[in-house]
C-alpha cells in the first residue's frame, strides 16, 4: 500500500524552527522526486520546495529561500523539511507529494499525497 506519513507540525513562535518528517512505504523512494506544498485557511494549496530523486537538485518557493531546507534520507525512505525564522504567515497545513520520475520504472508519473501536518506560527 502506498503510503505517505507526515509528523513534526505543531506550534511555534514566529523567529522559531520546526522539523518536517514524510515517511514513504510501498514504493521504490529512490525513483520518486519528494515535494512539499502548504495550504493555508481560504488559500490554494503552494509549492514549498522540490528535491529530486538522489537530492541532486532542490528548488524553494522564493518566499522561503534561506529559511527552509528540504533533504531526503533514501536509506529510511524518508524526506524532510527543516523550517527556521518561522513567520506567521508560514502558518499551514503541509504536505508531503511524491511523483515517479524514473523513466524505467513501472509506475511512471505515478504520484501521491500525505495527509497533511498543521504548522502554526504564532505568539
Known amino acids: 500500500q502506498v503510503q505517505l506519513v507526515e509528523s513534526g507540525g505543531g506550534l511555534v513562535q514566529p523567529g522559531g524552527s520546526l522539523r518536517l518528517s514524510c515517511a514513504a512505504s510501498g514504493f521504490i523512494f529512490s525513483n520518486y522526486a519528494m515535494s512539499w506544498f502548504r495550504q493555508a485557511p481560504g488559500k490554494e494549496r503552494e509549492l514549498v520546495a522540490t528535491?529530486?530523486?538522489?537530492?541532486?537538485?532542490?528548488n524553494y518557493r522564493e518566499s522561503v529561500k534561506g529559511r527552509f531546507t528540504i533533504s531526503r534520507d533514501n536509506a529510511k525512505s524518508t524526506v524532510y523539511l527543516q523550517m527556521t525564522s518561522l513567520k506567521p504567515d508560514d502558518t499551514a497545513v503541509y504536505y508531503c507529494?511524491?511523483?515517479?520520475?524514473?523513466?524505467?520504472?513501472?509506475?511512471?508519473?505515478?504520484?501521491?499525497w500525505g495527509q497533511g501536518t498543521q504548522v502554526t506560527v504564532s505568539s
Open positions: 528535491i529530486t530523486r538522489l537530492g541532486g537538485m532542490r
Open positions: 507529494y511524491a511523483v515517479n520520475e524514473n523513466p524505467s520504472s513501472y509506475d511512471y508519473k505515478y504520484s501521491c
